[in-house]
Nanobody
Framework: QVQLVESGGGLAQPGGSLRLSCAAS????????VGWYRQAPGKERELVAT???????NYAESVKGRFTISRDNAENTVYLQMNSLKPEDTAVYYC??????????????WGQGTLVTVSS
């Protein structure tokens, strides 16, 4: 029942910006850790940015200073603001979240992904 729906992907030029959104729905009681991961063709899925707990953020070295992860707790939505995009950022970006539904039941789920293409 819990679902994550990503949006905001598309085509951007090098140096440009995109903002990804991930909306969680389906009886969410509380979101705990959230994060963004990406997978380029032929490569393994890798961590981009996470909020493992309130007030804490982790970033891959490759995106530090360029990407910002944030949460809107009221909307159960996680964002990834991507600035100074590079062609190497091209990948399918996936939202991940865990937390509780029905007050006490734990979940962990992935979104379906949104494609980000950075190219001139």
């Amino acid at each position: 029942q819990v679902q994550l729906v990503e949006s905001g992907g598309g085509l951007a030029q090098p140096g440009g910006s995109l903002r990804l959104s991930c909306a969680a729905s389906g009886g969410i009681f509380r979101l705990n850790a959230v994060g963004w991961y990406r997978q380029a063709p032929g490569k393994e899925r890798e961590l981009v940015a996470t909020i493992p707990s309130p007030g804490k953020t982790n970033y891959a070295e490759s995106v530090k200073g360029r990407f910002t992860i944030s949460r809107d707790n009221a909307e159960n939505t996680v964002y990834l603001q991507m600035n100074s995009l590079k062609p190497e950022d091209t990948a399918v970006y996936y939202c991940n979240a865990n937390g509780f539904f029905r007050a006490t039941q734990y979940f962990e789920i992935w979104g379906q992904g949104t494609l980000v293409t950075v190219s001139s």
